[in-house]
């Protein structure tokens, strides 16, 4: 198995930028594709970006398409979401996942999930 930990959220204004780390440890971090996810109180969780095993093929959420970015440096076993132009409905709890066996159009299906950590946008 493999255990996550995100770091990175905090308050920021609308429009403005934050950078989500999640660090990963146990099994070899190449052996994973590996997603964000989020949920804001009250809605269901939601799907915001995925990357494959070798950074091959990015997938992202209609709604963070062009202002999110994600990527990983697996010599760091580390992965990335860069959060830009941020808005007030970005609001939530942000969760990094990992994947055995990644299945487009399935991204909820993961097999291993962090703490979370928070990201406020004021307005």
């Known amino acids: 198995q493999v255990q996550l930990r995100e770091s990175g959220g905090g308050l920021v204004q609308a429009g403005g930028s934050l950078r989500l780390s999640c660090a990963a440890s146990?099994?070899?971090?190449?052996?994973?594709?590996m997603g964000w996810l989020r949920q804001a109180p009250g809605k269901e969780r939601e799907f915001v970006a995925a990357i494959t095993r070798s950074a091959g093929a990015t997938y992202y959420a209609d709604s963070v398409k062009g202002r999110f970015t994600i990527s990983r440096d697996n010599a760091k076993n580390t992965v990335y979401l860069q959060m830009n132009s941020l808005k007030p409905e970005d609001t939530a709890v942000y969760y990094c996942a990992a994947y055995r066996n990644l299945r487009v159009g399935r991204f909820l299906e993961y097999d291993y999930w962090g703490q979370g950590t928070q990201v406020t946008v004021s307005s």
């Open positions: 146990g099994r070899p971090f190449s052996s994973y594709a």
